[in-house]
């Protein structure tokens, strides 16, 4: 079973930066698309940003041109680099990927991991 597990939460006062990243460990052959999402308190779930295999990238309208998503296939590993925080940026942020098991599959899992807060305050 893969998981994932996100670190680089904290606070941090407004116009400032952070850095998650998440690493997945476990049994897998490959991972396709991984994202960023966020969940801020009475709000659903959003996507913040996408990357997949390739590098190809995408973001959500209220973080482009701050946020940054990159990763390390090697490593099983994707980072998203945060400037200019908001306090709307305020939220947990969870770590997505697209996990193929084997070689072979058609499919992928859909895996979470558990989220790291990040607070946006002064």
């Known amino acids: 079973q893969v998981q994932l597990v996100e670190s680089g939460g904290g606070l941090v006062q407004p116009g400032g930066s952070l850095r998650l990243s998440c690493v997945a460990s476990?049994?897998?052959?490959?991972?396709?698309?991984m994202a960023w999402y966020r969940q801020a308190p009475g709000k659903q779930r959003d996507l913040v940003a996408v990357?997949?295999?390739?590098?190809?990238?995408n973001y959500a309208s209220s973080v482009k041109g701050r946020f940054t998503i990159s990763r390390d296939n090697a490593k099983n590993t994707v980072s998203l680099q945060m400037n200019s925080l908001k306090p709307g940026d305020t939220a947990v942020y969870y770590c997505?990927?697209?996990?193929?098991?084997?070689?072979?599959?058609?499919?992928?899992?859909?895996?979470w991991g558990k989220g790291t807060l990040v607070t946006v305050s002064s």
């Open positions: 476990g049994s897998m052959f490959s991972i396709d698309t």
């Open positions: 990357i997949t295999r390739d590098g190809k990238t």
């Open positions: 997505n990927a697209g996990i193929r098991s084997t070689a072979t599959v058609s499919y992928v899992i859909n895996t």
